[in-house]
């Protein structure tokens, strides 16, 4: 038996099991996945990171290049697969957890691939992995393409005519940015946008919120609650200037469809022939079968990823403790605090 599984080799997952290779624990990492850094690989051909090289390090490497640059999400899965070749990090693919749950102490996870039974488990599955799409999706007509930002790759996969993007997200607004350059583009969001430049002084914003202490802010600080509050700015000026050339236009937010038509919050409504959903994700477990994880609204109970369970760990939630939480420059922090509360229960014996 596995002292402990951490779930998804993803980035968190990988953080956290340089941590517990440290300390010579006794683990195995599980993940659905055919190989090391699919979740940037699956993500769009032209995704370039707003995160500068330099703030995309695990524990333990860096990420080769000029520092203040910004890689390429190619850059990020070869480096993903150099930490997990460096740190001999031991991973099973193809077993997609589909049952945990909590006996007598142990964890019991149902896999694709049989149980496995585990003194802790380290849940690393990732924020970003049920697509939220509102209902009213499927009363669209069959005929308007319409895809998740997550299934977006390049404009080739869209039929002709013109595109509504939904979410002024991030991802939202390069994908739109993306589509103007070739057709007739609309960008639906909910609220107004604050636009944040990439470089400054030729140093990367990131180098700026380290040195302005902003990426140390805690969840539960004022600061914290006021960043969380606002949301995240767009990184980068290409929006603000398509939308100056006019190649894109605003809309604000969508609140039905029906056949080929979709309605926005102020009653104005245009007719469309494609639609990339960029409205986010839930954060859902429907595989953990613990009840007194969740509160009465689902959400996990935790203080910087160690739940009331014992021995139940999550890595890689957004704001688990601060900012960079599910990015790559802040992850390797949280695996680190969470790896001494495991040790330490383990030393005292407490979990065994
Ligand atoms: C479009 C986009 C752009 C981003 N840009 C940046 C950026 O510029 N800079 C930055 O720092 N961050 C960025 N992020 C945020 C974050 O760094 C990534 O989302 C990153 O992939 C999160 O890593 P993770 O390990 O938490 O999750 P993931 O990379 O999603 O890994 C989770 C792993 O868990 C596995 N898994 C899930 N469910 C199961 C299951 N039931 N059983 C077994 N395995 C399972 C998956 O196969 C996957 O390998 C971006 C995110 C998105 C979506």
């Known amino acids: 038996m596995y002292d402990t599984i951490v779930i998804g080799a993803g980035q968190a997952g990988l953080a956290t099991a340089f941590y517990l290779k440290k300390i010579k624990h006794n683990f195995l990492i599980i993940d659905k996945g055919k190989e090391v850094g ?10 370039v990171l707003f995160t500068s090289r330099m703030y995309n ?14 890689p390429t999400k190619n850059e990020i899965v070869q480096y993903l697969k150099r930490y997990v070749n460096k740190y001999e990090l031991p991973i099973q693919f193809q077993t997609e957890v589909v049952k945990v749950q909590h006996q007598q102490g142990l964890f019991v996870i149902q896999t694709n691939q049989g149980v496995i039974q585990s003194k802790k488990v380290i849940v690393a599955t990732g924020a970003f992995q049920s697509p939220r799409i509102p209902s009213f999706s499927s009363n669209i007509s069959k005929d308007v393409f319409q895809i998740h930002s997550t299934q977006y790759k390049n404009p080739s996969q869209l039929k002709e005519g ?105 009653q104005t409504t245009i007719k469309v022939q494609n639609i990339i959903w960029a409205t986010g994700f839930h954060s859902i477990y429907p595989w953990l079968k613990i009840d007194e994880l969740f509160n009465a609204d ?17 890595i890689g939630l957004p704001w688990q403790h601060r900012r960079g939480s599910a990015l790559l420059q802040g992850v390797g922090f949280d695996a680190e605090f969470i790896i001494k509360h495991l040790s330490n229960l383990t030393t005292q014996g407490k979990c065994d």
């Not at 390090?57 to 910004?70: D, S």
């Not at 689902?298 to 014992?310: D, E």
Request: without cysteine.
């Open 57 to 70: 390090a695990l524990p333990g490497l860096t990420l080769e290049g000029e520092m203040q640059g910004f």
């Open 162 to 266: 013109n595109v509504l993007v939904v979410g002024g997200g991030n991802s939202g607004a390069q994908i739109a940015v993306e589509l103007s350059r070739e057709r007739e583009t609309h960008l639906a969001i909910s609220k107004k946008i604050t636009y944040l430049p990439l470089v400054i002084q030729k140093k990367s914003i990131f180098w700026w919120f380290d040195k302005l202490g902003i990426l140390k802010v805690s969840t539960d600080s004022f600061l914290g609650k006021v960043i969380q509050k606002k949301g995240d700015p767009i990184f980068g000026y290409e929006m603000k200037d398509a939308l100056k050339r006019k190649e894109l236009t605003l809309n604000p937010r969508v609140i039905n469809g029906i056949h080929n038509e979709v309605t926005f919050e102020d």
């Open 298 to 314: 689902g959400k996990i109970i935790h203080h910087r990823g160690v739940t009331n369970v014992k021995g139940l760990y999550f």
């Open 38 to 47: 699919e979740s940037w690989m699956n993500r769009y051909d032209s995704l």
